[in-house]
């Protein structure tokens, strides 16, 4: 059973709310909770606490960020999130604009004219993470353009080639497959796109092994 949101935000571990928040990240998603008003105000509530505190928790700050996402649109949130938007130096720019870009889709094309050419690498990722929900090639090319650029964290150089190889229709796979072999032999081998490459063949066999088995 999950632990409702209340009940993980008063856990005083950090370690287990974490954890609590993380599965709550993981029910929203899959549609197992939705999360109400009152959740939402106190999610917000539990934000700017923590904003606050002497020993700032990133990892809490994360978990609140990535289920205000999927809670009712808040104003005060909304008011945030284009205050640190438009604050080139605050951290977190990435996690305001995708919140954004979910909770208020009547902002999007404005959001996206404005930051399209955003220097900062989380800003482009959040963009491309909400992108690829409806359009896919246009969430590629951002990655990619990510991936080429100069200042990538290793976070981003982690995470990234995950989300491009499965942002691709099952049917391209192995074109794709191709295509980042070639960019990592023209970029000396062992680059990035060689672990674009590594990601997408791992999801070619697993998807082959499950066609097999669905056969016998």
Same mark, same amino acid.
């Given at each position: 059973?999950?632990?409702?949101?209340?009940?993980?935000?008063?856990?005083?571990?950090?370690?287990?709310?974490?954890?609590?928040?993380?599965?709550?990240?993981?029910?929203?998603?899959?549609?197992?909770?939705?999360?109400?008003?009152?959740?939402?105000?106190?999610?917000?509530?539990?934000?700017?606490?923590?904003?606050?505190?002497?020993?700032?928790?990133?990892?809490?700050?994360?978990?609140?960020?990535?289920?205000?996402?999927?809670?009712?649109?808040?104003?005060?949130?909304?008011?945030?999130?284009?205050?640190?938007?438009?604050?080139?130096?605050?951290?977190?720019?990435?996690?305001?604009?995708?919140?954004?870009?979910?909770?208020?889709?009547?902002?999007?094309?404005?959001?996206?004219?404005?930051?399209?050419?955003?220097?900062?690498?989380?800003?482009?990722?959040?963009?491309?993470?909400?992108?690829?929900?409806?359009?896919?090639?246009?969430?590629?090319?951002?990655?990619?353009?990510?991936?080429?650029?100069?200042?990538?964290?290793?976070?981003?150089?982690?995470?990234?080639?995950?989300?491009?190889?499965?942002?691709?229709?099952?049917?391209?796979?192995?074109?794709?497959?191709?295509?980042? /072999?070639?960019?990592?032999?023209?970029?000396?081998?062992?680059?990035?796109?060689?672990?674009?490459?590594?990601?997408?063949?791992? /999801?070619?066999?697993?998807?082959?092994?499950?066609?097999?088995?669905?056969?016998?």
């Amino acid at each position: 059973m999950t632990t409702s949101v209340l009940d993980a935000l008063a856990e005083p571990d950090r370690e287990t709310r974490c954890d609590q928040l993380s599965r709550l990240i993981r029910a929203v998603r899959r549609g197992e909770h939705l999360i109400s008003s009152a959740e939402a105000t106190a999610l917000y509530d539990a934000q700017v606490a923590e904003a606050r505190r002497e020993i700032f928790d990133g990892q809490t700050y994360d978990r609140l960020w990535a289920l205000l996402e999927h809670a009712p649109a808040y104003a005060r949130l909304h008011t945030l999130a284009h205050f640190m938007l438009e604050r080139p130096d605050m951290g977190w720019r990435g996690a305001a604009i995708r919140y954004l870009l979910r909770r208020y889709p009547a902002e999007r094309d404005q959001l996206l004219r404005a930051f399209d050419s955003d220097p900062n690498l989380e800003v482009q990722d959040a963009i491309a993470s909400v992108q690829v929900e409806d359009d896919p090639p246009a969430a590629i090319d951002r990655w990619e353009r990510l991936l080429s650029g100069p200042g990538i964290t290793h976070e981003l150089a982690e995470t990234v080639p995950w989300k491009i190889a499965y942002a691709y229709e099952s049917s391209d796979v192995a074109a794709a497959l191709t295509r980042y /072999r070639d960019f990592d032999m023209r970029s000396g081998g062992r680059s990035v796109w060689g672990t674009v490459a590594a990601v997408l063949e791992r /999801r070619l066999e697993s998807e082959a092994g499950r066609s097999s088995g669905a056969k016998q």
